[in-house]
């Protein structure tokens, strides 16, 4: 069953600590997102990678970090630099000039 | 730089009446503009697309509508029921000028939408 996974559905960061959310994909598809959602926002690009060991930053990739190892597999870091990471991270991965397929998404809250 | 403005944020429409979202564009380079349609809790899902070289394309209830000219794209449900109740998001892809690459996007703050019984 083709599809995008991302784990876990719920994390919990205490300050200072890094955390990594994960995003695996078996569409075979060359190109994964990381997206941000906060509410009346909309969906704010952090990290973007079209091909296996490349990725290039979006528009809010401070506090962020990403490889690309894997074609299936793009984890994203958020690490102790990001101030506000209290949010709702969505994944994606598409063919290339396609829409794309959404991963269920994790909800990261500090305490 | 690049961006999607959507409106209007709410949404709230009878059973059975037509409901239309609108989005604008900045990037004259954008070439496909896709809908998805996000129920709360869970991941959005697409659910029709327009690329530039086409001015409608309709799908059931469901329709898009694209004027490039003036840089602006629609969505259009009708006969709406109660489960077309979500946030629907529009969405532009980025231009060559973003880096030399295509296909990701930008996207609107979306529009809820509440249909009532």
């Known amino acids: 069953d083709g599809g995008i996974t991302q784990s876990p559905k719920y994390l919990f960061r205490k300050e200072g600590q890094n955390v990594t959310l994960s995003c695996e994909q078996n569409l075979n598809h060359d190109a994964m997102y990381w997206y941000r959602q906060d509410p009346g926002q909309g969906l704010r690009l952090i990290y973007y990678?079209?091909?296996?060991?490349?990725?290039q930053k979006g528009d809010i990739a401070e506090g962020y970090s990403v490889s690309r190892e894997k074609k299936e597999s793009f984890p994203l870091t958020v690490t102790s630099a990001q101030k506000n990471p209290t949010a709702f991270y969505l994944c994606a991965s598409s063919e290339r000039r396609d829409g794309y397929t959404f991963g269920s998404g994790t909800r990261l809250t500090v305490v | 730089g690049e961006n999607v403005e959507q409106h209007p944020s709410t949404l709230s429409v009878q059973e059975g009446d037509s409901a239309v979202i609108k989005c604008t564009y900045s990037d004259s380079a954008s070439n496909y503009f896709p809908w998805y349609k996000q129920e709360l809790g869970k991941r959005p899902q697409l659910i029709i697309d327009?690329?530039?070289?086409?001015g409608e394309k309709k799908d059931q209830r469901i329709a898009v509508t694209l004027n490039k000219t003036a840089k602006h794209f629609s969505l259009h449900i009708t006969e709406t029921q109660p489960e077309d109740s979500a946030v629907y998001f529009c969405a532009a892809s980025r231009g060559m000028n973003y880096g030399g690459s295509q296909g990701n996007l930008i996207f609107g703050k979306g529009t809820k939408l509440s249909v009532k019984p």
């Open positions: 327009i690329r530039s070289n086409v």
């Open positions: 990678s079209q091909i296996v060991n490349d990725f």
